[in-house]
């Protein structure tokens, strides 16, 4: 039997995450049963990944079995079903910059759990930093079917954005003056569903010998945003 009609069956609708879903999206009516269906069959069968490859929507619907699945992926298979099993008028939201995740959403696949961690601890569980994220609107709610979330509007996701440290390709910021907060990313380490992985430095922890490249380093005491917080 194929996702689709495993997913219209509501074969995972009874999982915890399905009913997380459910209640995100408002616990009751069509929509939101979909919406549960479909994130409780993904989080039994799909895994995440942040570049899934060739995988299509229909492909992913029409297939079984476990598929590596991006958020991008994700929610067309969402908005085919929304439009073509419900009748629903459903548009793409797209977020198209850095930015970390909010605190509490959680992503369908349970072996994600972000990619930031804290400078020293090894573990990247605080957030998730994309770059591009993408979910769906109809009636004027947005369905996240990867971080298995519901919003009022398209900046729901964003707990913060992030910017880029002007002269460094690997650092990038948030926050401004008491609250501004360094990330750093970790070359060659990955973690679940993630092919970047960064860590989170406090002004003090970057002047630490060994923390950061004398290249970096520079780069950061010359950002705009350190020179007016006088930071480092």
């Not at 060994?210 to 520079?218: E, F, H, I, K, P």
């Amino acid at each position: 039997m194929s996702a689709r009609q495993d997913i219209l069956n509501g074969k995972f609708k009874d999982s915890a995450t399905a009913k997380a879903a459910l209640r995100a999206a408002g616990g009751t009516g069509g929509t939101a049963e979909l919406f549960a269906s479909f994130v409780g069959y993904a989080a039994e069968n799909w895994n995440y990944s942040a570049q899934s490859g060739a995988q299509t929507a229909a492909g992913l619907l029409a297939g079984e079995g476990t598929k590596n699945v991006a958020c991008g992926t994700l929610r067309e298979a969402l908005k085919i079903m929304m439009r073509e099993d419900l009748s629903l008028t459903a548009v793409n939201t797209d977020i198209n910059e850095y930015f970390l995740t909010k605190h509490g959403l959680t992503c369908f696949d349970p072996k994600v759990k972000g990619n930031v961690g804290n400078h020293g601890e090894n573990k990247f569980d605080l957030a998730c930093h994309f770059s591009t994220h993408y979910f769906v609107e109809t009636g004027g709610k947005y369905y996240d079917a990867c971080l298995t979330a519901v919003y009022g509007s398209p900046d729901g996701p964003i707990g913060h954005r992030t910017r880029l440290v002007m002269g460094s390709i690997n650092l990038r910021k948030a926050g401004t003056g008491p609250s501004f907060v360094v990330f750093r990313q970790i070359p060659g380490r990955t973690v679940p569903g993630f092919g970047t992985v960064w860590e989170i430095l406090t002004p003090a922890e970057c002047k630490k010998s060994g923390v950061l490249s004398a290249t970096d380093l520079q780069a950061l005491k010359n950002d705009p945003d350190v020179k007016v917080g006088k930071l480092l």
